[in-house]
């Protein structure tokens, strides 16, 4: 039976994180002859305009939205122009998105043009039943992975930390996560009663996934089997694993004017290194760490003499939009010294980290364990030094260490004190031809080949990640097909 429907509808939460691997997988599924609908708050809009691609026939769709209406700042409908304690009210503003986003697929359906299929983020738990009262067949995608997202999920709901004297608890429904502890939770769960507004606001969101059709993660099937399987078995519903999502295929949402000059002084940089000898440092573009870290950690580098690109932003509690002060912030003459020594780089707020993780010359990563950066590295090989510092980054880290076997946590978040005699041990450790480093780093290829095989599609042969997005792609169709009632 022909089905000629290829139109699908992509709504992400309104914060960059979400948006990116969603339009990511928008420009995926455009690719395979899909006609894509991206839905999102006039702002955002706005910005996808410039960065998507000019040949890009995904079409952006705004939804009426007035920050003021909901007692946010003026243009404020991103979680990146608001304080993290905001996050909550935007959180609870998306909510009046329904009646608008109920509107759009009543349009299409009454135009004879129902979409193939909603693809939903997991903080809009709402829509698989809006979307279900036109008989539409309704995913959530998730840019985390499952590991990660499992944690986050099972903490919410079961709040396990509330009767934990010692800090140390298991999470009642996913044992299989190991021994966690309240240093692992983002803040707004640290206080969670179960009353509390964030509780309230997840206690109708994480529910509401049971009225989905299925999941979309951002990972693959070998490598995060554990996580996914809590979905599987919490749900009844199906889990696909299609990652990684090519998250540079959109044009450069992040490369500044210098991003070229930037790029050349790398990869300049790294040319001159042998292989694996140079330690690359990046907490993304959302977190920085506080002085006394910095400086501990300008200690380590010091004091380990290896080569290191190192992406800097002022420390916490400073303007993260001023210039990066290294007299002040960083030990007496190291930026000087080590330039004149060659031995490291210190670059300020963006580096081409695909590029960079690329290059041979690379030996390991620490990384704040952003499920984006993780996936990254792993790609190509390279070994983490984990300091998570916000939302599922505590259980990303965890699982790099104990599933995974390619990394070590070196801190947690801006409380840790962090001691630069600690942090240079283990710098050594993981950067090291043999022992713990050549282990850490035989995994990380191994995982690579993992990754690379996963996403290989040849003529008799199709890895997990094709195999599962081909799957979801003809579950619409299936659904369709067996139901004639509207569910
Ligand atoms: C894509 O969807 C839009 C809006 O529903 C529609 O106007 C257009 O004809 C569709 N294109 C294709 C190739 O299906
Ligand atoms: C949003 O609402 C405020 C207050 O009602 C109004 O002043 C402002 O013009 C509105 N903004 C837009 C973009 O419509
Ligand atoms: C991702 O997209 C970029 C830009 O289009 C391309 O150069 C790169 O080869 C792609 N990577 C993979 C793994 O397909």
Redesign the pocket.
Known sequence: MADNNKNIIMFPFMAQGHIIPFLALSLQLEQKGYNITFINT?LNIANLRRVLPPTSTVRLLEVPF????HGLP??CENTDSLPPYRIYDLLVASTSLKPAFRNILAGMVSAGAPPLCVVADFFFGWSAAVTHEFGIFHVIFSGSGGFGLACYFSSWINLPHKNSVSGEFTLPDFPEAGKMQVTQLTPSLVVATGDDPWSKFQKQNLPAWQNSDGFLFNTIEELDKVGLSYFRRKFGLPVWAIGPINLSAHGGAQTGKNSRTETETCLQFLNSKPPSSVLYISFGSQNTITANQMMQLAKALDTSKKNFIWVVRPPLGCDINTEFRAEEWLPENFKKQIEEENRGLIVEKWAPQVEILSHESVGAFMSHCGWNSVLESLSRGVPLLGWPMAAEQFYNSKMMVEIAGVCVEVARGVDFEVRSEDLRVTIEEVMSENGKGKEMRKKALEIKKMIEEATRSEEGFKGSSVEAMDEFLQAPLLMKNTTTIHR
């Open positions: 006039p007035n920050s003021s209406d003026p243009n």
